[in-house]
């Protein structure tokens, strides 16, 4: 039972971190442009130029 007056406040403590990390990230601009970089792969910037 002692250990639950440990684990629960570390749990909390973890959680109010993440919480944290993503308000943090969303105020950054991490999470505005979730589309550009999945099609930016399908680019081809080595083209082979026909003459």
Same mark, same amino acid.
């Given at each position: 039972?002692?250990?639950?007056?440990?684990?629960?406040?570390?749990?909390?403590?973890?959680?109010?971190?993440?919480?944290?990390?993503?308000?943090?990230?969303?105020?950054?601009?991490?999470? /505005? *442009?979730? +589309?550009?970089?999945?099609?930016?792969?399908?680019? /081809? *910037?080595? +083209?082979?130029?026909?003459?």
């Amino acid at each position: 039972m002692n250990i639950l007056t440990l684990m629960i406040p570390m749990a909390l403590l973890l959680g109010v971190g993440f919480v944290a990390a993503f308000f943090w990230a969303t105020s950054k601009g991490q999470f /505005d *442009d979730l +589309e550009t970089p999945a099609h930016r792969i399908l680019n /081809d *910037d080595n +083209e082979r130029k026909h003459s």
